[in-house]
């Protein structure tokens, strides 16, 4: 026994005097709860909306102030016209429209029934008829309290129009998050253990006494990945495309563009933490547990980001698979070109500029 407890103690020493062990031990477990606690929901707040009214009447300002009481939605009443609304549908401004025609009221005081349209960005399917619901629920209690108050059967139809995704197929929302998912964890990790490998095995000594320059090993290292990940999304879309029935309305080779832009992104950032650890096991690890969690939370596909505090939403932005998440939506879905995506193109472009610098920064040529 006493040899038993001997080593229980032992192991314990182990365990915390290993800040990596105590991190997976206790970071991690109050990590994913603090954000699946506050990301993981089917409720969506705050989402943006615009207001089209022609009829400027009792029924219809009724309407939109229960839409704007409403913590669901954040409105805008500024547009005048079906082309402004197609234009915000496009840009990604906004999530959901409401047309309310012209003599609103005047039709339910006399015909006893009247129509609005609303309509939706359904290349998130999910989102859309979330936001169609919300609307209905609060068009259906107006409509419910004119009945009550006036004893006549009113009624207000909905006339819905899904955009972009009109038979609300769920690929068109996980297709482009899943190519984010794919192209960032391969490339991260097949990367991140190229150099630590070298260290391992010891023959880094040998490439750094050679008469190439070290940053050609590590653009080197990098090429065959960059290949191989650009082969992966062509199988991704190929079978997209063919097997799932997602629409592709925007060009090919801007997207391949823009994919080839994340690829060298993640190649960068496996890069830098293949040159900030000494084995392969911490370059897995750190791969995985950094990409995994950071893409399936603050991409989009799988939660809504208004959803999450301000605090979450900031640190989004710094996610990659956000950006390009938006750019293939825009691309493969919208068919729009790349005046529409040039904001989150450049962002992409900085990311892997900045992690490059670092990356070669970090690179020690001398092994003492």
């Given at each position: 026994?006493?040899?038993?407890?001997?080593?229980?103690?032992?192991?314990?020493?182990?365990?915390?005097?290993?800040?990596?062990?105590?991190?997976?031990?206790?970071?991690?477990?109050?990590?994913?709860?603090?954000?699946?606690?506050?990301?993981?929901?089917?409720?969506?707040?705050?989402?943006?909306?615009?207001?089209?009214?022609?009829?400027?009447?009792?029924?219809?300002?009724?309407?939109?102030?229960?839409?704007?009481?409403?913590?669901?939605?954040?409105?805008?009443?500024?547009?005048?016209?079906?082309?402004?609304?197609?234009?915000?549908?496009?840009?990604?401004?906004?999530?959901?429209?409401?047309?309310?025609?012209?003599?609103?009221?005047?039709?339910?005081?006399?015909?006893?029934?009247?129509?609005?349209?609303?309509?939706?960005?359904?290349?998130?399917?999910?989102?859309?008829?979330?936001?169609?619901?919300?609307?209905?629920?609060?068009?259906?209690?107006?409509?419910?309290?004119?009945?009550?108050?006036?004893?006549?059967?009113?009624?207000?139809?909905?006339?819905?129009?899904?955009?972009?995704?009109?038979?609300?197929?769920?690929?068109t929302n996980f297709v482009p998050g899943v190519m984010a998912l794919v192209l960032l964890l391969v490339c991260v990790l097949m990367t991140s253990v190229s150099i630590v490998r070298e260290k391992e095995l010891g023959t880094m000594e040998v490439l750094l006494?050679?008469?190439?320059?070290?940053?050609?090993?590590?653009?080197?290292?990098?090429?065959?990945?960059?290949?191989?990940?650009?082969?992966?999304?062509?199988?991704?879309?190929?079978?997209?495309?063919?097997?799932?029935?997602?629409?592709?309305?925007?060009?090919?080779?801007?997207?391949?563009?823009?994919?080839?832009?994340?690829?060298?992104?993640?190649?960068?950032?496996?890069?830098?933490?293949?040159?900030?650890?000494?084995?392969?096991?911490?370059?897995?690890?750190?791969?995985?547990?950094?990409?995994?969690?950071?893409?399936?939370?603050?991409?989009?596909?799988?939660?809504?980001?208004?959803?999450?505090?301000?605090?979450?939403?900031?640190?989004?932005?710094?996610?990659?698979?956000?950006?390009?998440?938006?750019?293939?939506?825009?691309?493969?879905?919208?068919?729009?070109?790349?005046?529409?995506?040039?904001?989150?193109?450049?962002?992409?472009?900085?990311?892997?500029?900045?992690?490059?610098?670092?990356?070669?920064?970090?690179?020690?040529?001398?092994?003492?």
């Amino acid at each position: 026994m006493k040899q038993f407890t001997s080593f229980v103690r032992k192991e314990f020493y182990h365990v915390f005097r290993d800040p990596k062990i105590l991190l997976i031990l206790f970071g991690m477990p109050i990590l994913l709860i603090v954000l699946f606690g506050f990301a993981l929901t089917n409720e969506i707040k705050n989402s943006n909306i615009v207001v089209c009214d022609f009829a400027k009447d009792a029924a219809s300002q009724r309407i939109i102030n229960e839409l704007a009481v409403s913590n669901n939605f954040s409105i805008d009443k500024s547009v005048l016209s079906h082309h402004q609304i197609e234009e915000a549908f496009k840009s990604g401004k906004i999530q959901l429209a409401i047309v309310f025609p012209a003599n609103l009221n005047d039709d339910l005081l006399h015909l006893n029934k009247a129509q609005i349209q609303i309509i939706a960005d359904a290349s998130d399917p999910n989102t859309a008829s979330t936001l169609t619901s919300y609307v209905n629920n609060i068009v259906n209690g107006y409509q419910n309290e004119l009945m009550v108050n006036n004893k006549a059967p009113y009624q207000i139809i909905s006339e819905i129009r899904m955009l972009y995704n009109p038979e609300l197929k769920g690929a068109t929302n996980f297709v482009p998050g899943v190519m984010a998912l794919v192209l960032l964890l391969v490339c991260v990790l097949m990367t991140s253990v190229s150099i630590v490998r070298e260290k391992e095995l010891g023959t880094m000594e040998v490439l750094l006494v050679s008469p190439f320059n070290p940053f050609i090993v590590i653009i080197a290292k990098a090429v065959p990945y960059f290949f191989l990940s650009m082969v992966n999304l062509t199988l991704i879309l190929i079978l997209s495309v063919f097997l799932l029935g997602m629409p592709f309305k925007g060009s090919v080779l801007l997207l391949f563009a823009v994919s080839s832009l994340l690829i060298l992104t993640a190649l960068s950032l496996g890069l830098l933490i293949s040159n900030s650890t000494n084995s392969q096991q911490s370059a897995m690890l750190i791969s995985l547990m950094g990409m995994l969690i950071p893409v399936m939370m603050f991409t989009g596909f799988l939660f809504p980001l208004e959803n999450m505090p301000m605090p979450l939403q900031v640190i989004a932005n710094i996610v990659p698979s956000k950006w390009y998440y938006i750019i293939v939506k825009s691309i493969m879905i919208k068919g729009l070109g790349f005046s529409a995506i040039w904001k989150e193109t450049l962002i992409l472009f900085s990311m892997t500029a900045v992690l490059l610098t670092i990356s070669f920064k970090k690179f020690k040529i001398r092994l003492a």
